[in-house]
């Protein structure tokens, strides 16, 4: 029962970190390489967005996906039992 529960928590964990990973590789890698050229025709704060994705926009978008990732699985503990509290 304990091992079929922690399959089960082990799953959606991964199932977050795929899906978090997956945004943060589309907005580092699509935005600031592959679609940069598409991207740098619009503005942000008066630099191209492609550059500013580049430069700064997936570190924000990773600290971000940080923040998200700590409370899905504060929520995730508390729905299995996991917590600490």
Do not use: C, H, P
């Amino acid at each position: 029962m304990v091992s079929k529960n922690k399959r089960k928590y082990w799953k959606k964990n991964l199932k977050y970190l795929t899906i978090l990973l997956s945004i943060w590789f589309l907005v580092s890698f699509g935005f600031g390489v592959l679609w940069v050229k598409e991207l740098n025709s619009l503005s942000l704060g008066g630099f191209k967005l492609g550059f500013w994705f580049a430069q700064q926009g997936s570190i924000y978008v990773f600290v971000i996906l940080i923040f998200v990732y700590i409370k899905l699985m504060n929520k995730l503990d508390k729905e299995f039992g996991f917590n600490e509290e």
